[in-house]
């Protein structure tokens, strides 16, 4: 398993920012943390469910996962229309820079 150092220094980064921010008695960031982590976990564990090979992020707000062989060769925006078309579901393609 990889780690994503920036992503998670990054995160860190920004957690500390905010608790400066925020009075202590009115902390909100670890239900935010939580909640995040739980739509992560939700959407990666329901790609893994019907046969997706996915890293589930340490932190930051995007899964990044491979296409799935059998539409591997359509190309990540053409797979992005088709998952609009058919499954009215919207995907940002990261493009072909990124694969």
């Known amino acids: 398993m990889?780690?994503?150092?920036y992503a998670a220094a990054w995160s860190r980064m920004v957690s500390n920012s905010?608790?400066?921010?925020?009075?202590?008695?009115?902390n909100t960031i670890p239900a935010q943390?939580?909640?995040?982590?739980a739509r992560r976990?939700?959407?990666?564990?329901?790609?893994e469910r019907i046969g997706w090979?996915?890293?589930?992020?340490?932190?930051g707000m995007f899964?990044?996962?491979?296409?799935?062989?059998?539409?591997a060769k359509m190309g990540?925006?053409?797979f992005a229309i088709e998952m609009m078309n058919?499954?009215?579901?919207?995907v940002a393609p990261p493009g072909s820079r990124f694969q």
Not at 2 to 5: D, L, P, Q, R
Not at 63 to 71: D, L
Not at 86 to 90: I, P, S
Request: glycine share 4%; with cysteine; net charge positive.
């Open 53 to 59: 090979q996915v890293d589930k992020p340490g932190a």
């Open 76 to 78: 990540s925006m053409q």
């Open 86 to 90: 058919r499954a009215n579901v919207a």
């Open 33 to 37: 943390v939580a909640l995040y982590q």
């Open 18 to 26: 905010l608790e400066r921010k925020v009075p202590r008695e009115n």
């Open 41 to 47: 976990d939700t959407l990666c564990n329901g790609l």
């Open 2 to 5: 990889s780690i994503n150092y």
């Open 63 to 71: 899964a990044w996962v491979k296409i799935p062989e059998p539409y």
